[in-house]
């Protein structure tokens, strides 16, 4: 069994550069009220604002809070964007010394206006795409050529705004693979395709490897795109999870994905590309492990609003596979199934799936005492002379020789907390079935 936790512990060992595109990211909130009566749009009054590390920046955060040494480089303006990512790369902890500023371009950034609910209302970018001159890119080059040196991996983070051209990338490729470092690159521009020919991992998403090799298919796209480069390619598909081609003979590896509540899909494969290096680099992982780990950290961040990063903490919780209800063992019953998460000589925890249009047993227990917590659906409880009906958040007890069934208005999840279950308890007046129309 992979001792995912074990390997987790050993990020903060890690070493990482991370050289690409540097992004600010504004969230102006707001609540509105009235629409505006100068043009059909709503009108919103701010109420906070907040920034964030974007592009590139965002992959160096999601590492920093794994627990990594990181060391940035990119450029910034020399404008308020490019002072307030300097002031966060400092408060983070994130090595800048190899970003630039350059005083005729701007930092890039996207603000987002947002009003109440998170509903994001309007998405304003500033960006300058012109490519760097060669004398400015030389200067980059310097200032992180010794940070390539001491790390243990380095993440390529390009989003086509002017900041690799391909002899700028090609030069950093050279230098990192003759100090025999792990490399991995993301990048979402075909024209860009040949800068990272030599990495070890390139990790587009689904729709990006569509328009870099012209194909559709998953099973056709993945051996193409491990000829292209001679790397591993990890093709994210959102919902869907994640495949694995490994370099070695294109072999297919699929993850499947998680099954949660998206919040917000920003920055995910940032969180990513993020784990699988120090999965790699430090972790000990071999590629296919360190895709399943990426697959559960992009799991996690997906269900926080924006752009954000996970600790080694959230991540080590999910990879425990014996506290997961998934991996948990259903037991038919009539009504729908149980599954039981604790019984012990003192205190029992289960859930229950109850079926539209069925009922348990009617019964009682001479010791048992029990707490009902419905999570979802409608249920109608009948309890001694009394009949409840039980909505989410929802709880009642049950003492001990209280007559009791429970039946499913609509389909409906329960949590049951009592004292230790003994089946010798159980007094069955009349079984579960069906309900009468």
């Given amino acids: 069994m992979v001792d995912f936790r074990g ?89 800048a010394a190899a970003v630039v500023m350059l005083p005729h371009r701007p930092t890039i950034e996207k603000h987002r206006i947002v009003a109440s609910g998170n509903h994001q209302l309007l998405r304003l970018d500033r960006e300058s795409k012109d490519p760097m001159s060669p004398e400015e890119e030389d200067r980059g080059y ?60 390139v990790t587009p998403n689904l729709k990006e490897a569509r328009e870099f090799t012209g194909l559709h298919a998953v099973e056709e796209i993945g051996p193409q795109l491990v000829s292209d480069f001679g790397a591993h390619v990890v093709l994210t598909r959102g919902g869907e999870g994640m495949s694995l081609f490994r370099r070695e003979d294109a072999s297919h590896h699929h993850t499947p994905g998680k099954k949660v509540s998206v919040f917000d899909v920003s920055g995910a494969g940032d969180t990513s590309i993020s784990v699988l290096a120090l999965g790699m680099a430090a972790g000990g992982l071999d590629i296919a492990d360190a895709v399943a780990l990426a697959n559960e950290a992009s799991a996690l961040v997906v269900q926080k609003p924006g752009t954000a990063a996970i ?25 729908g199934y149980e599954q039981w998460l604790e019984n012990n000589e003192k205190y029992c925890c289960k859930v229950l799936a109850l079926n539209k249009g069925y009922q348990c047993s009617l019964h009682y227990h001479k010791k048992k005492d029990e707490t009902f917590l419905v999570t979802a659906g409608h249920v109608r409880l009948e309890l001694g002379d009394e ?51």
Avoid at 10 to 30: C, E, P, S, W
Avoid at 77 to 90: T, Y
Avoid at 311 to 330: C, I, K, Q, T
Wanted: glycine letters at 8%; proline letters at 4%; aromatic letters at 8%.
């Fill in 7 to 95: 390997a987790i512990q050993k990020f903060k060992n890690a070493k990482v550069v991370v050289i690409g595109d540097i992004m600010l990211d504004r969230y102006t909130y707001g609540d509105v009220e009235r629409v505006s009566p100068e043009a059909s749009v709503p009108v919103v009054l701010k109420v906070s604002e907040k920034f964030t590390l974007g592009g590139a920046g965002n992959v160096a955060d999601n590492l920093v809070a794994l627990g990594a040494d990181v060391e940035l480089a990119g450029v910034v303006g020399k404008d308020e964007a490019g002072e307030l990512v300097m002031k966060l790369l400092k408060e983070k902890g994130i090595g």
């Fill in 142 to 201: 310097r200032l992180l050529e010794p940070a390539v040196r001491r790390c243990d991996a380095v993440i390529f983070s390009d989003y086509g705004k002017g900041f690799f051209s391909e002899r700028f990338a090609r030069k950093i490729v050279a230098r990192a693979k003759s100090e025999r470092k792990l490399m991995l690159a993301d990048f979402n521009t075909a024209k860009h395709k040949k800068y990272f020919i030599g990495v070890d991992v």
């Fill in 311 to 335: 600790s080694p903490e959230e991540l080590a919780s999910v990879v425990r596979g014996d506290n997961h209800l998934e991996n948990v063992a259903r037991v038919p019953k009539v009504w």
């Fill in 387 to 437: 009949v409840l009906h039980l909505r989410p958040g929802t709880f009642v007890r049950v003492p001990p020789n209280t007559r009791h069934r429970f039946a499913g208005i609509e389909d409906s999840a329960i949590i049951e907390v009592s004292t230790h279950h003994d089946e010798a308890d159980s007094f069955r007046i009349e079984e579960s079935r069906k309900m009468d129309a």
